[in-house]
């Protein structure tokens, strides 16, 4: 199979869509919620390559079994899908195997799920190996229910010989085949996932680690190119998933001292599970932080929604627990009438911080609320260390953050701010040198 395998195909010319979803009871704020859910699916279909022409929504407590929608509904959206040559029919809700294959027998359409949407843009979107071994592992994860005989063509990649088990039909072969390249897939991010860890430690561990997280398209990309030191280029788009790559950079706080601060790909609600598996390694920059900033888009009419969806996928993530920064982003794009949410916020939110990453407003009121975080979380220290121990003392630079050396005939005293994540390791090389 080639090195490269890619579900789904993107094509340049932009494809004629259409968008479904269930309003599943009629109660308004339920009406309201499903209506904001359609016009994010419009911008994943935006973001695709796709012009949504046509949306429809139906009310029922549940999907059907086989059709997702009622039949009437399908025949109806089966006109309009011929009427206006639509090409493609996009479900908000992850639909079944059954339920696409009954829906393209139907409609004689394409037929994507929001997951598959996803899918699809993550893999328009991924430029290094990493990314587009984690989305080919999604994808192939995604395909392998779903395999029909459409998908006979996996097999002329091993043809031949020595391919086929007794009396296997054509579909058990593709399902192998594929379940051969996920392994494969597999092991190649265990291996990435090792060479990310070798670069973690090389960085020194007196760096407070920070990771920017929030809902896609909230501008931590932007804030990332206007905190970080010197020149940063990271790609920024008014657009759903602009980057999916982790990208750290080096700022400066006050008093010279440097953290590492590292963009992860935006989280978004529905959000494919096997996305979640499949971006480990780069999201594994979320464990590893001492600090995480929760970039908001306060100028979004869900950024309530939007704040509770990134809640839970770091919980998802175990990350739950780390200290966190709000940081309310597109102050400048805040209607007035709608400015009484700063105090409101500020009450709600411990170290709320309110930004405009692209104008750079309070950029510095947020390294100052960094500063106060970083403090909190770490404790002073006043050690003697014998100069016929002096390796200890420069291993304790590596450890901590070193305020004051004052050398004497027989020591070296140094005064130090240590994060409570390193005391045990500081506490172990102090005994050594007693």
């Known amino acids: 199979m080639r090195e490269s395998f890619r579900h789904f195909e993107t094509h340049k010319a932009r494809e004629r869509a259409a968008i479904v979803t269930l309003i599943r009871s009629n109660n308004e704020e339920t009406r309201q919620e499903a209506l904001e859910h359609l016009n994010e699916l419009a911008l994943l279909a935006d973001t695709a390559g796709a012009d949504v022409l046509y949306r429809m929504t139906q009310e029922r407590p549940k999907p059907d079994v086989a059709l997702y929608l009622g039949k009437g509904k399908v025949e109806e959206l089966k006109q309009h899908v011929e009427m206006l040559e639509i090409q493609l029919v996009i479900f908000d809700d992850d639909l079944t195997p059954s339920q696409a294959r009954n829906l393209e027998k139907e409609l004689n359409v394409k037929i994507l799920d929001r997951s598959g949407i996803i899918l699809d843009i993550f893999a328009s979107r991924a430029r290094t190996r990493e990314a587009k071994t984690q989305i080919e592992l999604a994808q192939l994860e995604y395909l392998l229910p779903r395999l029909t005989r459409a998908w006979t063509h996996l097999s002329k990649q091993h043809g031949g010989i020595g391919t086929k088990g007794p009396g296997e039909t054509q579909i058990e072969t593709d399902r192998r085949l594929v379940q051969t390249r996920i392994l494969v897939l597999k092991g190649k991010l265990n291996e990435i ?159 709320a911080v309110f930004i405009s990453a692209m104008r750079g407003i309070g950029i510095e009121n947020l390294k100052s609320e960094i500063e106060k975080v970083i403090t909190e979380a770490s404790f002073e220290l006043t050690v003697d260390i014998p100069l016929a121990h002096y390796e200890i003392a420069s291993r304790l630079h590596e450890l901590g953050e070193v305020r004051e050396r004052v050398f004497s005939d027989t020591h070296v005293r140094l005064k130090m701010r240590v994060h409570v994540r390193n005391r045990e390791r500081v506490e172990r090389l102090l005994a050594t040198a007693a």
């Open 193 to 351: 996932a090792r060479q990310h860890e070798t670069r973690r430690s090389g960085r020194g561990d007196e760096m407070t680690r920070i990771a920017l997280v929030g809902y896609t398209n909230a501008g931590k990309s932007s804030l990332l190119n206007t905190i970080a030191t010197g020149e940063s280029d990271v790609f920024v788009e008014n657009r759903l998933f602009a980057t999916l790559d982790a990208t750290t950079r080096a700022v400066v706080l006050s008093h010279g001292r440097r953290t590492l601060v590292t963009d992860t790909v935006g989280f978004i609600r529905k959000l494919p599970a096997r996305l979640i598996a499949s971006f480990r390694t780069t999201l594994s920059e979320v464990d590893e932080a001492d600090i995480l900033l929760h970039v908001v888009d306060v100028a979004s009419s869900q950024f309530e929604e939007q704040i509770e969806v990134v809640t839970e996928t770091l919980k998802e993530l175990k990350a739950d627990t780390k200290p966190v920064i709000m940081v309310f982003n597109k102050l400048d794009a805040l209607p007035e009438e709608r400015k009484y949410l700063v105090a409101d916020l500020r009450a709600r939110y411990p170290h």
